[in-house]
């Protein structure tokens, strides 16, 4: 027996029980190189627990009953200082737990930018409404400023996908971590979940030698972040809480030393960042207090005779919306890293491109949901946390997603880049400086970080007249 059949037929014995072993179907027709990816993509499936998805696959969770019971979360609120805790006292805090290096910074990079016609992976896509700058520099050079800012280290965990890692380690090393240490950049990569037909739960090819596989979703973070030794990275290091963000907002105000107070002073082990929604369809998820567990309701789940409800000022009574920014006690994600209840997965019907029984590949239409994919989202893990906390923050200066193309409603290049220069330019003109209309400024997280910094370093009187680039 060759080493090859010697692989068919560990494979088919793994394959049969599970009804699976179509798979195999086109073994012959492959190169060495492909039966050996094959056989390491199948090999990495848990079968049992695709069998288990598939099989509960219309047992989802009754969101209407759910949003029926959801209330606004109690939140420390953008103008209103007088909770329990005052934004000094935060702030204070804040900086405390940075500066003493508690504080390591996660960073969820796994999507490409196709939705942007950018076939590269999203960080890399140029956004500086001057600069051209990517969204990766940005970011990391924000990172690297508040590095500078608090004299303290801040480890930087960066989640890759499949499609993305290599591009992104090779962007990253190249241009050497825009200014962060090379030791304090660690990657991971998220998992990858199997899409199956939505008839029969049979696995999909995407081609004779290929599963159809996707990513797991952001809730694949903690698994992918335990089974890559970061998890035991970020213990080793004596961090005690993880700043979580996203690679499509430049605004995002990093390693937030409010909210990082916030969380510390209120015992949380899970916090979560949100913005006043601007109206009841908004695409973003819906932070909602449910007996008295803060949660979100993704906007596909809402129903909207609960979105459209308000106040009797006319304000909407469920209002945030979350912009995917956490803060983590990594206390609780070592309790909650191998707890088959701490991120559910979720049912997603998908049109997905695959092999049909006569090896013919197949290219549905949008419409035609076809297969199943299954996911997981990080906020899920809010309700298995003893104390959660949520704080607003203003959209203008802190959420910015790069989402949509260029001719969307919003959330594109282009709205993103009016949003950055109007920002830099309020803290210019609060510095004294005179900016003339229409003038595109950009200021550098390594001149600012905040209007504050700004004030500090402009040379006053100033003008700008045209288009600058501070740095």
């Known amino acids: 027996m060759t080493a090859s059949d010697a692989i068919y037929t560990r494979l088919l014995e793994r ?5 699976q072993q179509h798979l195999l179907r086109y073994w012959n027709d492959l190169s060495a190189v492909q039966r050996q990816r094959l056989s390491e993509q199948i090999d990495s499936v848990d079968l049992e627990l ?15 009953a759910l949003a029926a019971r959801a209330d606004a979360p109690p939140a420390f609120r953008v103008g209103v200082d007088s909770g ?18 508690k504080v390591g910074a996660v960073l969820v990079a796994g999507g490409q930018g196709s939705r942007l016609g950018f076939e590269h992976p999203k960080g890399m896509f140029p956004i500086g409404p001057v600069s051209g700058h ?13 590095r500078r800012r608090y004299g303290a280290a801040i480890p930087l965990y960066v989640m890759t996908s499949d499609a993305t890692h290599r591009e992104t380690v090779a962007y990253l090393t190249e241009h050497r971590f825009f200014g962060l240490p090379a030791d304090d950049v660690r990657f991971f990569q998220q998992g990858n979940l199997p899409a199956v037909d939505a008839e029969t739960g049979e696995l999909l090819l995407a081609d004779r030698g290929s599963l159809a596989l996707s990513p797991d979703g952001h809730g694949g973070m903690l698994a992918a972040l335990d089974k890559s030794g970061s998890l035991a990275d970020i213990h080793r290091r004596g961090l005690e809480q993880l700043f979580y963000f996203q690679v499509d907002n430049p605004l995002v105000v990093m390693c937030d030393r409010e909210f990082i ?31 008295d567990q803060v949660r979100i309701i993704e906007y596909s789940d809402l129903p909207i005779e609960n979105a459209v409800q308000t106040n009797a000022d006319g304000s909407l009574r469920l209002w945030a919306g979350s912009v995917a920014v956490h803060v983590f006690d990594v206390a609780f994600l070592a309790r909650t890293a191998n707890s088959p209840d701490g991120t559910p997965y979720h049912v997603a019907r998908k049109a997905v491109p695959s092999l049909d029984a006569a090896g013919e590949f197949v290219s549905p239409a949008a419409d035609d949901k076809n297969a199943i994919k299954f996911e997981r ?7 298995a946390a003893r104390r959660s906390i949520v704080m607003e923050v203003d ?28 920002l830099h330019r309020r803290w210019l003109e609060a510095a004294g400086a005179k900016v003339d209309d229409a003038v595109a400024v950009e200021i550098r997280p390594g001149f600012a970080l905040d209007a504050a910094e700004v004030a500090a370093r402009l040379a006053l009187p100033c003008r700008v007249r045209t288009a600058t680039l501070f740095e």
Do not use: C, W
Not at 377 to 383: A, G, T
């Open 377 to 383: 989202f990080i906020f899920d893990l809010l309700p």
């Open 50 to 64: 695709v069998a288990r998805l598939f099989a509960q696959r219309d047992a989802s969770e009754d969101y209407r």
């Open 261 to 291: 107070g916030y969380h510390v002073l209120s015992g949380a082990e899970m916090s979560t960042q949100v913005v006043a929604k601007t109206a009841p369809e908004d695409r973003v998820g819906n932070v909602v207090s449910v007996d």
């Open 395 to 422: 959209a203008a200066e802190a959420f910015g997603p790069v989402k949509n193309a260029t001719g969307a409603a919003k959330d594109t290049p282009e709205s993103v880049e009016r949003q950055m220069v109007a």
């Open 134 to 146: 990517s969204l990766f520099q940005i970011l990391l050079e924000k990172l690297a400023a508040t």
């Open 15 to 19: 394959l049969t029980p599970a009804k």
């Open 84 to 101: 329990p805790i005052s934004r000094t006292a935060a702030a204070e805090r804040g900086t405390e737990a940075i500066a003493q290096g």
